[in-house]
């Protein structure tokens, strides 16, 4: 027996101890391939990801394909990414890794999905990592997520009015989006900001400009409205309530920006004399900025209002709007509807 062939068939005889079996081959049966997408990681081994495809159903045996691996000279080579792996055999599984023939996956963020819902998804799909994410699109202050967010914000002029060390909160537009593999937090965060941009026409620009508005603050209101009621016609006349009483300085008194603050920081507490600018019942005006990312009937519903004699409203148990005129009748329906 040869050197070369001494030392292949000493390797190969490693890489089965090291894969866990007792022999070249593994009596055991793999459960069947599932129907969804197989992931590698960034950093995962050849030994991590045969494991991984033992585990989900796509290879019967860890030895037999990390022994084809090796023997191909393609130890090295394999790519991270999403891949179709369903029926295919070991040899056209290592093709497809070695190569990089990934398949896009569908990230769908839904209206009033927060910067923590996308990033939660994110780390479900196995797309990208879910705390850097967070820590990219939140407002983390270190300076390494702070530069990178810059970065982008300096791409988009609806970005522009964004307060310094403000996150992308109400800016990632709420859409399906086809995400391809390698692409980092910051790329899928341009992608979203590119699709908001594109949302927001010349015309609604120049209307928030008219109207002596920031588009910061029109993406805080419409994010409002996107958690406090559904309909569209809703949406404008609790907008015109609401730009009304911030007109008046009056208190909004709106539950949904204090929940995104104690949901965020301070789950156990529920007193509303908590010390925040989210807390729309201790401070007058809009709260410190957006509570989740609007759609595109909530922007412009902030943007164009319906001006009525109402100034309250609330939400029944069932979704539907009640309208109040006076304090007084908002206690009435409150008594009514709420207790």
Known sequence: MGVKIRIIVCFIFLVAILAGSVGVFE?????????????????????????????????????????????????????????????????????????????????????????????????????????????????????????????????????????????????????????????????????????????????????????????????????ILEKEVKSYQDKQMVSGILWKREKEGMLLEVDSTLLYFLAADHPSVTDREVDSRYNTYKYAGLPAGPICNPGIDSIRAAIYPTDTDYWFYLSKPDGVTVFSKTYAEHLINKAKYLN
């Open 27 to 223: 009596s055991a049966t793999p459960k069947s391939a599932n129907d969804g997408h197989f992931v590698v990681l960034r950093g995962e081994n050849v030994l991590q990801i045969a494991n991984n495809l033992k585990a989900e159903g796509y290879i019967k045996s860890k030895t037999i394909f990390i022994t084809e691996v090796i023997l191909a000279g393609d130890i090295k080579k394999l790519k991270a990414g999403t891949y179709d792996l369903k029926g295919s055999g070991d040899r056209e599984i290592v093709q497809k890794l070695v190569f990089a023939l990934t398949v896009p996956i569908e990230l769908t963020v839904i209206p009033g999905s927060t910067i923590k819902d996308v990033a939660g998804s994110l780390q479900g799909l196995k797309i990208a990592s879910g705390p850097d994410f967070l820590d990219l699109a939140l407002g983390s202050s270190l300076d390494v997520f702070y530069q990178r967010r810059q970065k982008l914000a300096s791409q988009f002029v609806i970005l522009a009015d964004l307060p310094q060390n403000s996150g992308l909160e109400g800016y990632l537009y709420p859409d399906t989006y086809q995400i391809e593999a390698k692409m980092s937090s910051d790329d899928i965060a341009y992608r979203m900001l590119q699709n908001f941009d594109s949302k927001l026409t010349p015309q609604m620009r120049d209307d928030i400009k008219n109207q002596g508005k920031s588009v910061f603050e029109i993406v805080t209101m419409a994010s």
